[in-house]
């Protein structure tokens, strides 16, 4: 667990290191309900240097997979995105910011690959964490929204997609913020 932890100081120099699992519920603009599950890193820099940071920017990414709630069979999801992350210290984490989203449907015919570009916001309450020393960390556990707009290859299911994931998110905050 220390190795662990002193990879993830080195890798974040000065900054916001966070790893998140989310699981989510969909509901397409034609009403047709799915899931997602994904796990991504993200890696950023703090916005305010006039002592300990709790304003920062990250860049973000994401793996998994899914059910297609139009198809009703399994896809490939990736996301990357840019978000904006605000730590109320020591309760809560306030994150949103603009993603683009790669799905690829395998069970349709047609393979279908859905091309997203959305936005999200998560209010996350802090279930774990440690607020003092050079390594600060925090535990999240909360929901979060997400909006997508999906436009289809080959042409024909191009959609909206309504997300709402729980989200699980450790962040590191280390020393220099």
């Given at each position: 667990?220390?190795?662990?932890?002193a990879c993830a100081l080195l890798l974040t120099g000065c900054g916001a290191?966070?790893?998140?699992?989310?699981?989510?519920?969909?509901?397409?603009?034609?009403?047709?309900?799915?899931?997602?599950?994904?796990?991504?890193?993200?890696?950023?820099?703090?916005?305010?240097?006039?002592?300990?940071?709790?304003?920062?920017?990250?860049?973000?990414?994401?793996?998994?997979?899914?059910?297609?709630?139009?198809?009703?069979?399994?896809?490939?999801?990736?996301?990357?995105?840019?978000?904006?992350?605000?730590?109320?210290?020591?309760?809560?984490?306030?994150?949103?910011?603009?993603?683009?989203?790669?799905?690829?449907?395998?069970?349709?015919?047609?393979?279908?690959?859905?091309?997203?570009?959305?936005?999200?916001?998560?209010?996350?309450?802090?279930?774990?964490?440690?607020?003092?020393?050079?390594?600060?960390?925090?535990?999240?556990?909360?929901?979060?929204?997400?909006?997508?707009?999906?436009?289809?290859?080959?042409a024909g299911s191009s959609r909206t997609l309504l997300s709402l994931p729980?989200?699980?998110?450790?962040?590191?905050?280390?020393?220099?913020?």
């Amino acid at each position: 667990m220390i190795k662990l932890a002193a990879c993830a100081l080195l890798l974040t120099g000065c900054g916001a290191t966070s790893l998140r699992l989310a699981a989510a519920p969909t509901l397409d603009g034609d009403g047709h309900p799915g899931f997602e599950s994904t796990v991504g890193i993200a890696v950023g820099t703090p916005l305010d240097f006039h002592g300990p940071s709790h304003h920062f920017l990250q860049a973000t990414g994401s793996l998994g997979g899914g059910l297609d709630g139009r198809t009703r069979t399994g896809m490939l999801v990736t996301t990357g995105g840019l978000d904006y992350l605000y730590w109320a210290e020591p309760r809560l984490e306030l994150r949103g910011g603009a993603r683009l989203a790669y799905r690829v449907v395998e069970g349709d015919p047609a393979h279908t690959k859905l091309f997203g570009v959305g936005g999200h916001l998560g209010i996350l309450p802090v279930v774990a964490g440690n607020a003092s020393g050079p390594g600060v960390y925090h535990l999240c556990l909360g929901p979060e929204i997400q909006v997508e707009w999906l436009h289809s290859d080959p042409a024909g299911s191009s959609r909206t997609l309504l997300s709402l994931p729980l989200v699980v998110e450790l962040t590191v905050l280390t020393a220099g913020d």
